[in-house]
């Protein structure tokens, strides 16, 4: 079992940067696929950024491409989130996921991971 927790979330202007972190637990975080979604209100969660187990390069959604960065820590199990550009568009919920068994780039983009956290709001206003 891995437990995910999510933090570094809150209120920031347009234009300005927020770094979420996602603490795992139970297994180490360089084993498992990783990914950040967001679900704003009303809206389907969607995928935002992600690594796959093993592998540096970066899967990332189109509109956050240039502006976020996903990133990870071995050694401390954590994986980070680098928003800079925010966007009031960029408001919403987000969350951590992993998964032992996604690889590919189009499974990576879907919801099918086995481990959530409970997310951390991130609101862009003036």
């Known amino acids: 079992q891995v437990q995910l927790v999510e933090s570094g979330g809150g209120l920031m202007h347009p234009g300005g940067s927020l770094r979420l972190s996602c603490a795992a637990s139970?297994?180490?975080?360089?084993?498992?696929?990783v990914g950040w979604f967001r679900q704003s209100p009303g809206k389907e969660r969607e995928f935002v950024a992600a690594f796959r187990f093993g592998s540096t390069n970066p899967y990332y959604t189109d509109s956050v491409k240039g502006r976020f960065t996903i990133s990870r820590d071995n050694a401390k199990n954590l994986v980070y989130l680098q928003m800079n550009s925010l966007k009031p568009e960029d408001t919403a919920v987000y969350y951590c996921?992993?998964?032992?068994?996604?690889?590919?780039?189009?499974?990576?983009?879907?919801?099918?991971?086995?481990?959530w956290g409970q997310g951390t709001q991130v609101t862009v206003s003036s």
């Open positions: 139970g297994r180490t975080i360089g084993s498992l696929s």
């Open positions: 996921a992993a998964s032992p068994i996604l690889s590919s780039s189009a499974d990576l983009g879907r919801l099918d991971y086995d481990f």
